[in-house]
Structures are given as C-alpha cells and as structure tokens.
DNA sequence: GTAATTTCTAAACCTAACTTTAGGTCAAGG
DNA sequence: CCTTGACCTAAAGTTAGGTTTAGAAATTAC
C-alpha cells in the first residue's frame, strides 16, 4: 500500500466510532465526498476524520444533518481545511448555540411560576408565547404548536 | 346537552391548539385516558386540557412521549390533580432541565477551545467525553456515540 | 327529517437518521 | 489459487411522532 491512498471506509469507522453504514449514508446526504480506487471501493482524505467528528459534535447539539452540511460547505473546496477555517465555522455555529441555550433557560426560568398555577392550559400563557416556539422542534413532527400550515 | 358530558375531541383540539389526530395518537400512547359516550365517542374532562398543556410544554424542552408520560402516571388516580399534585410534577421535571441546560452549556464552552484546535479528531476530545454524551439524542438514531449495543 | 359536521377505526404514509439484508465484488493472507 | 474478510449497491426495515385516507356511524344544525 503506498504511502497516500487515503483510508478506507472500514478505517475512518473505527477512528471515529460510526457504523460503516452511517458514513455511506452521510456521503449520500453530501456531507463527505470520498473519491474511489481502482477497484470501486471508497477513499478517504484524513481531513475526513475531521469532518466526521464535527458531524457528531454538531449531532449533539441538536442539529439537523442538512443544517450541519451548509456549515460544513462553508469549508474551502480546493484545499484541506485549516485550523482558522475551523475556527470560522466555530463562530456561526457557537451563535446559534447561544440561541438554543437562551430560548431553553427562558423557558424553564418561566416554568415555575407557569407550571403551579391556574394558566397552564391557557393560550396567553408564556410558555406559548410566539417569540419561545422556536426552541427544540427537533425530527418528526411537523404541526407542532406554531408550525402548522395554516394558509 | 346536559352539563357534565366531558369535551369531545374537537372541543379539546380547538382549545389546545392540537390535532385531532394527535389526541386520539396520545391516547393510544396512554397520555390521556377519555371514556366513551353512548355512541362509542371520546369525553374528556377538563383536567385533560392541562394534561394535554403539559405534554405540549415537555415536548418543547425536548422529552420524549415515554418520558411525559412517565411524569404523568405520578398525578393522583383517582381524583382530579390539584394544584399541588402540578407543582410537584414541575419540581422533578426542572431538574431534568437543569442538566439538559447545564450539558448544553458545558458543550458550548468546550467548543471554543476546542474546534479551532488540533483535538477535534480524538477521542479524548473534551467533547468526547462520556460524561457529555447525555445531550440531545432526540428520536432516529439508535446507535450514536457512546450509545452503541457493545457486548 | 334530512343534510352537514364530527367522530370512529384501521391501515397506510411521512420525515430523519440510520441499520439490515441480499446478493455480489475486491483485496489480503497463506 | 483460494479463502476469508472488507466493501459494494439497492432496497427494505426501524423509531418517534404524527398525518392522511377510506368508509362507516354518531351528532348537530336547520
């Protein structure tokens, strides 16, 4: 094997913890884009791992995997991502961090006066104040609270 | 109509602002639990309207149905919950939201000294740590990070 | 009393983020 | 050379949290 064949798909696997399966499925979501050898099977450069590893953090903190993709298309497209590239991700990115972690601390800084007393099942509560529904829709439901199609 | 009927369905989801759909899903997920009238019809009370408050609340701030419902089942049985019965539910509930809060929050401050730097790709990664991986796994993926079958 | 709403059930469909399966190919070791 | 393990693709299955659809029965409204 020489020196710069780049890691195979089995190898990027075991340095960062995923399935096999989850990083064919993140090259299909766009979020890698390994080149193929000779033979057809996938290949990785070693700013991959880094890539992968952003993918999960980003997971944790609740976001979407195409909301992580356009972070991650902000990379330079010629060259391996530097240090300072990293770094301006890390800046939008810790933005919207400081949103989820605001909207959650109002919201539970709201519950106890809401939660005891008699508003709880009423519309003009806090907790279904507009400005708070943003917070924590995650997957799946689509017609949650605010969000429905109305028109 | 004589006084005491309960609400029907549409009644609740027009006062709660959910789907019809929805409430006969929670139902199924034990969430609530309508009797019928004579024409096999849903009846609830109006304690439901809280019921179904709560479970709008909790899904804000991220709780899965299984859990909800498991902070649900702690109201009294027999008896219409009383204020108290609430207050009590909200002090187990906030400090579940104390550390979904307090996690988010120590994730981020890593983060900062931690993606620009060359530790992004290594498992001993702050962010790593297993002590963090709690965060935000919401529904779909079963098998991410530390959260893997093993044996 | 009849038409228009609501409601009923059961089953199929939806999205996100993957995993599993099936059937075949590639690569490395002995 | 041949076997074993890693890899390939395409398609179907999975979970959460619902929605949609279809056909029938109950209520309500006029």
Do not use: H
């Amino acid at each position: 094997m020489a020196l710069n064949d780049g890691l195979s798909i089995g190898a990027l696997a075991t340095r960062t913890g995923l399935a096999v399966s989850a990083i064919r499925y993140y090259e299909a979501q766009g979020l890698i884009k390994p080149w193929r050898n000779a033979g057809g099977q996938r290949r990785f450069e070693r700013s991959d791992l880094r890539r992968l590893s952003f993918v999960m953090i980003a997971q944790q903190f609740g976001f979407t995997l195409p909301e992580i993709r356009a972070e991650l298309d902000r990379l330079p497209g010629g060259r391996t991502p530097t240090k300072a590239d990293w770094a301006r991700i890390s800046t939008g990115f810790r933005a919207r961090l400081d949103e989820k972690i605001e909207t959650l601390t109002r919201l539970r800084d709201n519950l106890d006066g809401c939660i005891g007393c008699g508003c709880l099942s009423l519309p003009t509560c806090a907790l279904y104040n507009p400005t708070d529904r943003a917070a924590e829709k995650g997957a799946g439901p689509r017609y949650l609270m605010g969000d429905r199609p109305e028109t």
